[in-house]
């Protein structure tokens, strides 16, 4: 199967803190796969050199088979950052319309309110300006523009932060319609739970290397857990690689 993406040997450090030791995994088209780890473990320094937004030191990744550095490589992916916080002034049709034009795509205001009630934002709410979104909302509005371009890759820094559970379980259902049309899904989260319900595989970083890649089903065998959080702490914990 073609890869989405792909990360071999990336190497990253600030100053004489080494963030990314050896990070080498792959992810296959259509895949949803989740990026696991502590805080500070690299999962958003990780995905910020994917995008190249800072640049590795070592290493290479490559987007559908296109180095990342190259610009054209990012055109065939969403990104929806951690803290998601929408301009105050703009509401949140400006703010979709502007997105849209950014990724080249003629608005669509019935697809955009389509998305938006999937993740239970009501068209009244896309009128209103950002400084009157709770931090749900906004949230929502950010999904709804990582999805809306219809891209082949999302790639999700803690997309649920902030979700309540019912626009969680929203959220998670959006997510499977994406991957049964065939949307390649890398998101990073500490919510194990979702890893469990959502992902095909998910990786572990933990000081700066790949603890394990795999199914959620595997890494607790491996453990001998019933509970993928505590197959977590045991993956971590153990120092072994899986």
């Known amino acids: 199967m073609p890869l989405a993406l792909e990360f071999q ?30 805080n500070g ?11 190249d937004l800072n640049r590795t030191d070592a290493g290479t990744i490559s987007i559908f088979g296109t180095p990342h550095t190259e610009t054209q490589a990012r055109d065939q ?4 950052a951690e803290r998601f916080s929408p301009p105050y002034f703009a509401t949140g049709v400006e703010l979709l319309r502007y997105l849209s034009a950014l990724h080249g795509e003629d608005y669509d205001p019935r697809a955009a309110e389509r998305e938006a009630q999937a993740l239970g934002l009501s068209g009244e709410v896309l009128s209103l300006p950002a400084r009157q979104y709770s931090k749900g909302m906004a949230q929502k509005l950010g999904l709804v523009a990582c999805i809306l371009p219809g891209r082949p890759l999302l790639v999700l ?9 019912r626009a969680r379980t929203l959220f998670k259902h959006r997510l499977f319609e994406l991957k049964n049309h065939g949307v390649t899904i890398f998101f990073s989260t500490h919510l194990l739970v979702d890893v469990e319900s959502l992902c ?20 607790m065998a491996s453990h001998h857990c019933r509970v993928l959080e505590d197959a977590f702490l045991h993956c971590i914990e153990d120092g072994a690689e899986n």
């Open 200 to 219: 095909d595989r998910l990786v572990v970083i933990h000081d700066g290397t790949v603890r394990y890649a795999g199914t959620p089903d595997d890494l």
């Open 157 to 165: 820094d803690e997309p649920m932060s902030g979700l309540d559970p």
């Open 41 to 51: 473990s690299g999962k958003t320094t990780l995905i910020q050199g994917l995008l």
């Open 77 to 80: 992916l969403s990104y929806l």
């Open 9 to 38: 040997s990336v190497r990253k450090s600030f100053g004489a803190h080494e963030v990314l030791k050896d990070i080498s995994f792959a992810i296959d088209e259509g895949e949803v796969v989740g990026l696991v780890g502590i």
